[in-house]
């Protein structure tokens, strides 16, 4: 079986500081690791996935990922916030290695302060 | 490219009826999922679909909850005798199969409120 940890239900940065959103899974097989982001009242759009390969994910918006193995993390980060990135964050990680029935953190609510 | 569809976005019902969502999954993508997200939560599996075969269903899924996919298509999923704990947001996504194309994404979600 595998879980997903969010350290932090609420994350408050600074427009243009660093946000570091954590994340911390268990599996028992190599995982597929994806983060979501999920505006208010939407469904969830696909920020960056891990798959096997390079260990730093590059996704959209600026946002990026490194899966560290020895951690169990797979921590999201971009270098400086905007006032759009406002919205809850949910890291998800899939079973088996795949990407079928994807366990969800339990969401990280980032705000931004002008 | 047309997203992921749900219908209704929004359904309110007294506790005790009867409801039926609809998912219309991106055109190509032959597996379909359904989620339920409760306030402050990230979503759960309930149920997948590859092709019209049911695979999976999540113990989450009692007996008053059915999902059908007859041609392979879109998806319905009812939820009969509805109770105030049914009350979230129920969320579709789709995929393709195989290896690096089974990325699934996200309809907009249908909200239920149990009254």
């Known amino acids: 079986a595998q879980s997903v940890t969010q350290l932090g239900s609420h994350v408050s940065v600074s427009e243009g500081a660093l946000v570091l959103l954590r994340c911390n899974y268990s599996?028992?097989?190599?995982?597929?690791l994806f983060w979501y982001v999920q505006y208010p009242n939407q469904g969830l759009q696909l920020l960056l996935k891990?798959?096997?390969?390079?260990?730093l994910v590059k996704g959209i918006n600026g946002f990026e990922a490194e899966f560290k193995k020895s951690e169990t993390s797979f921590h999201l980060t971009k270098p400086s916030a905007h006032m759009s990135d406002a919205a809850e964050y949910f890291c998800?990680?899939?079973?088996?290695?795949?990407?079928?029935?994807?366990?969800f953190g339990s969401g990280t609510q980032l705000t931004v302060l002008p | 490219d047309t997203g992921v569809s749900q219908d209704p976005r929004h359904k309110i019902t007294k506790r005790g009826q009867n409801v039926t969502f609809r998912c219309d999954p991106i055109?190509?993508?032959?597996?379909l999922y359904w989620y339920r997200q409760t306030l402050g939560q990230g979503p759960e599996f309930l149920t997948y679909f590859q092709n019209e075969a049911q695979l999976e269903k999540s113990r989450l899924l009692s007996d008053r909850f059915s999902a059908e996919r007859p041609k392979g298509s879109f998806s319905t999923l009812e939820i009969q005798r509805t109770e105030q704990g049914d009350s979230a947001m129920y969320l579709c996504a789709s995929s393709a199969q195989g290896t690096g194309k089974d990325t699934q994404y996200f309809g907009p979600g249908t909200r239920l409120t149990v009254l």
């Open positions: 055109s190509e993508h032959n597996r």
């Open positions: 599996s028992s097989v190599p995982p597929y």
């Open positions: 891990y798959t096997t390969g390079a260990t």
């Open positions: 998800a990680v899939g079973p088996d290695g795949s990407a079928r029935q994807l366990t």
